[in-house]
């Protein structure tokens, strides 16, 4: 991962589209100070709760065999659904003027349910996308990870 250009005022959002921290610089571009604003979770519900029932059946009328349907995947509309809220209190932030410039960490499956759901503000707001999953750090770690320069 190269080195994030973190400038003052800029919102750092680390995400993993179960859980999602919205950190501030409060320092400058020489030396960041994250600061958390907001923390943002939806509970995983079991899959035994999200389909209670058993796969569907499906019997061709021609022939005498059945094949299952595979039923639809819940937690991943789950993790669209908890995306799209935060998309929208981005879109609040950046609309606001809160925040003029946006860091984007998250790993790869949740950027691009970001990507898909970021309004045309949100998208022009993006300073730089990180492709690693942080949000189990705490925020002094997160900032390291975002500060060093390494040739990963």
Known sequence: ????????GDWIIVSDARKALLLA??????FPNLKT????????????VLNPDKPG???????????????SDRH???????????????HELVASGETKGLIIVAPAHA???IRKSSSATVRSAVRA???????HLPVYEIEKHLLKQNGD
């Open 37 to 48: 604003r907001e923390v943002r979770e939806h509970e995983e519900a079991p899959n035994r």
């Open 25 to 30: 610089n409060e320092g400058d571009e020489v």
């Open 1 to 8: 991962m190269s080195k994030v250009k973190i400038q003052a």
């Open 57 to 71: 059946r499906v019997q061709q009328s021609a022939a005498s065999c059945r094949s299952a349907v595979e039923p």
């Open 76 to 90: 991943e509309e789950a993790d669209k659904h908890f995306i799209a809220g935060l998309t929208e209190r981005l």
């Open 111 to 113: 950027l691009g349910l």
């Open 129 to 135: 996308e990180v492709d690693r999953d942080l949000t």
